[in-house]
């Protein structure tokens, strides 16, 4: 949110750091550091028992199987930095973008 004044600059500067996304590949570190991030989520979602139970389900309808917490941080491990650029390239195409902004009257 922001006030009406700094509207377009907001927006400036969200597509700004969603071009960043799709041209600069992130660090070693800052790569290593969002694994690390997301595999402890994983951990801990797994440690509540809905929250596993959800996970499982959504497995076996996505892939048809329910994949170990090794395989899952396997394939954490395995993303590069170039994924990231990829994916980052397919998802924020922005001709494919469309805002919305809501004004107060």
Do not use: C, W
């Not at 595999?39 to 596993?52: L, T």
């Amino acid at each position: 949110a922001t006030e009406e004044k700094n509207l377009e600059k907001a927006n400036q500067l969200i597509f700004r750091e969603i071009h960043k996304l799709k041209k600069q590949a992130l660090s070693y570190r800052q790569l290593e550091q969002l694994k690390q991030q997301i595999m402890g989520q994983i951990a801990m979602a797994e440690e509540n028992n809905m929250n596993f139970m959800l996970m499982m389900g959504k497995s076996m309808l996505d892939m048809n199987k329910v994949e170990s917490l090794k395989e899952v941080f396997a394939q954490i491990e395995a993303i590069q930095s170039t994924d990231l650029l990829e994916v980052a390239n397919e998802i924020f195409d922005e001709n494919m973008f469309s805002t919305l902004t809501y004004l107060p009257e």
